[in-house]
């Protein structure tokens, strides 16, 4: 699986559009972009994922760019209950395909 | 509809000790990963089970070894337990129809906290 990079925190003011970049340059043409959160003392939980068109569900938005060497997880209205650690993973499809995750990035929201 | 549900919760062990950590999958799922999380860092592949066999392992020792019950639930079990062992450990669900993983992503338990002293 591509590795990718995120920075390891950003802040964000609630209400606000909380925007999470992540590299994946050496993606490959069938991996997948996967964003999961973790908030402290959870289990990772999935928020979205997508191939090269953007996607929006009721959670986020993700922005992937046409050469898909990099994306960008938008929570809209950011709420405290937004705080969390977000992992940008790069996986291929199937079943047994497994998760590797990095540090991901610490998001704080803030009143 | 539960969610995927691990036990104990927390659990404190002596080095040398052997631990056995369990998870039941979420309804209609059929297949089993376990990760380990250590403080700070982001979850690391142990295994994976899919019709109560290994499929896929990550980078452990052998002394991490795994088993999925006919029920789907599954275990792992750490033998000769060390200091560096203290970790969160999570295990995810998924269903091997098709495109769930896709759609839907894995469900992953809340962890049990291992702490070796």
Sequence with gaps: ?111 | DAGVTQSPTHLIKTRGQQVTLRCSPKSGHDTVSWYQQALGQGPQFIFQYYEEEERQRGNFPDRFSGHQFPNYSSELNVNALLLGDSALYLCASSSTLLYAVELYGYTFGSGTRLTVV
């Design chain 1, 1 to 111: 699986d591509a590795k990718t990079t995120q920075p390891p925190s950003m802040d964000c003011a609630e209400g606000r559009a909380a925007n999470l970049p992540c590299n994946h340059s050496t993606i490959s043409g069938n991996e997948y972009v996967y964003w999961y959160r973790q908030i402290h003392s959870q289990g990772p939980q999935y928020i979205i994922h997508g191939l090269k068109n953007n996607e929006t569900n009721e959670m986020a938005s993700l922005i992937i760019t046409e050469d898909r060497k990099s994306s960008t997880l938008i929570l809209p209205h950011a709420t405290l209950r937004d705080t969390a650690v977000y992992y940008c993973i790069v996986r291929t499809t199937g079943t047994a395909s497994k998760l590797t995750f990095g540090t991901g990035t610490r998001l704080q929201v803030t009143l």
